[in-house]
Each structure stands twice: as structure tokens, then as C-alpha cells.
């Protein structure tokens, strides 16, 4: 992480930010094609705190993200994780707060089933 990003990442209160991580555009993205060259899994944390997870298929100049084979993960204090299926999914960018590549094998050893968790509250826009 560049200094820049690390110091604005400190202060979370004055914006919303976007996480990407530099491998996905660096190796996935071919920016004069726009186009991928692997799949890539992500997670999604959005603004009204729901944690969406799908395949990274592309963005726009105003950070709408296209996810598909989604799910959202819905967590509870009493229960394990609620997958809920979604599809092809596409979110505003204005929405989004967190983006983050998933290592999909430390992914598949978690069983969600056993995790309680409060769910992640609506983020306040001032």
C-alpha cells in the first residue's frame, strides 16, 4: 500500500474508499482491451453494510463494479452465515466501500456455518 492510500485510509470519517487490490487491475485487467484475463473472486462491502461475494467481470469510469455468480453473506449473532444466491450483479460505485480479493482456498477451509458475527451496520454519510 502507498503511502498516500495509507494515510487516507487512516482517517476513514472525511470519504467513502475503495479498496482494490493492485493485483486484480495490474495481472487481471487489460486496460487497452478491457478486458480480464482470469477470473477473479471478490468481496464486496457496501454502504448499507451488506458483504457481497461473486466473480470480478469489470468496472466503469465511476467504479460500478459487474460481479457475477454472486452471493451475500449474511451474518448473525445467533446463527452461522446465511448465503443468499444473487446472479449477475452489478453495483453503483457509489455504494461500494471495501473491495477485496478472496484467496478462494483459505475461502473453502472456513465453515461459515460456525461463525456468529453482528451484522455490519449502515455506514453514516455526513
Do not use: W
Not at 453494510?49 to 451474518?75: A, M, P, Y
Amino acid at each position: 500500500i502507498s503511502s498516500a492510500l495509507r494515510s487516507a485510509l487512516q482517517d476513514v470519517r472525511i470519504a467513502k474508499f475503495i479498496v482494490v487490490s493492485m493485483n486484480i487491475l495490474s495481472v487481471s485487467f487489460n486496460f487497452s482491451t478491457n478486458s480480464l484475463r482470469y477470473a477473479v473472486t471478490v468481496e464486496v462491502i457496501t454502504s448499507d453494510g451488506r458483504v457481497i461475494v461473486g466473480t470480478f467481470k469489470g468496472f466503469d469510469q465511476t467504479t460500478n463494479v459487474i460481479l457475477s455468480s454472486c452471493h451475500e453473506r449474511v451474518f448473525s449473532e445467533t446463527e452461522g452465515v446465511e448465503t443468499l444466491p444473487l446472479g449477475l450483479y452489478i453495483i453503483r460505485g457509489d455504494n461500494i466501500v471495501l473491495i477485496g480479493e478472496i484467496d478462494l482456498e483459505r475461502d473453502a477451509s472456513v465453515d461459515l456455518t460456525e461463525i456468529r458475527a453482528a451484522p455490519i451496520t449502515d455506514i453514516t454519510r455526513r
